[in-house]
């Protein structure tokens, strides 16, 4: 994969007890993929004695509009390995492998107004988020962050600064487990009604996204509006690249006709086009890394977006989406990782 680099922590900043940032140094000669959109995260390699390595994502907490420098910013997870091992183990120095920064969780529209919500460690493309739309846009922005009591707020000061900056955009709510209990739909429902028409992004726990949305429900805002970052450790290891044994290699040689079995693709792909045999019950993902073509992915699951590209012409299915909401689906979107052909021939973009 040539999307794999190693690049030098700069600062390691202690945010809580529980959460540090790392700030990278990138080479001057890798500037350009390093490039990334508020809302993206970088894949970290961490070693391990029991299986080689771990990948784990991490969200940028940066804005490429107001930080100078890429930021993860990573909370130590309750029994966890990679997170600990992060936190206990860089320092300024330390080499770090990563995948080029990905993920969809991206606003496209800089000037709407925007309704984030976050809890924990979920801050951290959301303030991504909110500092790029109080720098570059002129909506409304309005922050619900829930954490467990007032020393686990990461970015509380950040906060601070940003609603005196921009008192008549930013509205920030910190809700306290240990004053306010767990928030409750009704509870949400009851702070987001003034913000109802506003564009919805939430990643924190599973249990806070379920009330969010149950919440955000009693207000008609439907699921599939809602861009959701979720947090989970990855399965798969992208690091430790392995080709799908597809039978159909087999065949590459002979002329590419579509049939019974197998549609044909064209891809678009880091300004070049490639025209390859689409075996109809193999993934999109899957086939083209059979056939040595570097396509971005991270997790594999559906749930990243790293995979995404546009289905220009043909049509696909997927197995499955966590990542793409439905104004998404609805500009031909799809996550290669999970997209089977429906048609004999499909052209998809990843240059977008
Ligand atoms: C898109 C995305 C963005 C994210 N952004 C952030 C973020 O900004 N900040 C943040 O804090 N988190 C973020 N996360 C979550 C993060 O990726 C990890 O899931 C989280 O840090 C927990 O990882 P962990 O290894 O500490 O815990 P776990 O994954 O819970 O650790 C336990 C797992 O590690 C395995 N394990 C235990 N010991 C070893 C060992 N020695 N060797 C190998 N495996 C071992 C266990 O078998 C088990 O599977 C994000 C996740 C995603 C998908």
Redesign the pocket.
């Known amino acids: 994969m040539t999307r794999v680099h190693q690049i030098k922590v700069r600062e390691v900043v202690s945010e809580t007890a529980e ?1 540090v940032s790392l700030i990278f140094d990138i080479p001057s000669d890798l500037t350009r993929r390093f490039q990334y959109s508020p809302g993206q ?1 970088l ?1 970290l390699q ?1 070693p ?4 080689g ?2 990948a ?6 940066s804005s490429p509009h107001c930080d100078d420098r890429p930021t ?15 936190c206990d183990n860089l320092t300024p120095g330390s080499l770090v492998t990563v995948l080029e920064p990905a ?1 969809n ?1 991206v606003p496209r529209n800089w000037n709407r107004d925007f309704v984030l919500f976050a809890a ?3 801050i ?2 959301v303030i991504s988020i909110l500092k790029s739309a109080l720098a570059t846009g002129r909506g409304k922005v309005a922050l619900f962050y829930a954490n467990r009591d007032r020393d686990s707020i990461i970015f509380a000061r950040r906060l601070q600064d940003l609603f005196r900056a921009y008192p008549r955009r930013l509205t920030v709510t910190h809700w306290l487990e240990s004053e306010r209990g767990l928030p409750t739909p009704r509870g949400i429902a009851g702070w987001a009604k003034p913000h109802r028409h506003h564009d919805v992004y939430l ?1 924190g726990p599973q249990g806070f996204a379920t009330t969010v949305k149950h919440g955000l429900a009693h207000l008609r805002i439907p699921e599939r509006a809602i861009h959701q ?7 798969d290891n992208p690091f430790e690249h392995h080709t799908p044994a597809l039978a159909v290699l087999a065949t590459v040689a002979e002329p590419i006709q579509p049939s019974l079995t197998t549609a044909t693709v064209t891809v678009d792909l880091d300004g070049e086009t490639h025209r390859l045999p689409w075996p109809r019950t193999e993934k999109l993902l899957d086939v083209l890394l059979a056939h040595g073509l570097d396509a971005p992915y ?2 594999r699951e559906s ?3 790293t995979c995404v590209c546009a289905v220009k012409s043909g049509r696909t299915r997927m197995l499955m989406n966590e990542a793409l909401i439905d104004e998404e689906l609805s500009q031909g979107l799809t996550l290669a990782c999970q997209t089977l052909p429906e048609s004999d021939d499909v052209h998809v973009s990843f240059d977008q």
Do not use: M, N, Q
């Open positions: 959460a995260f894949t961490i391990s004695d029991r299986t390595s771990v784990r994502c991490y969200s940028l907490s993860v910013t990573v909370k130590r997870t309750p029994g966890g390995y990679a997170s600990h091992w992060i993920g969780f924990g460690s979920g951290t493309p990643c970052e979720e947090y989970r450790s990855l399965t991270v997790c749930a990243c977006g």
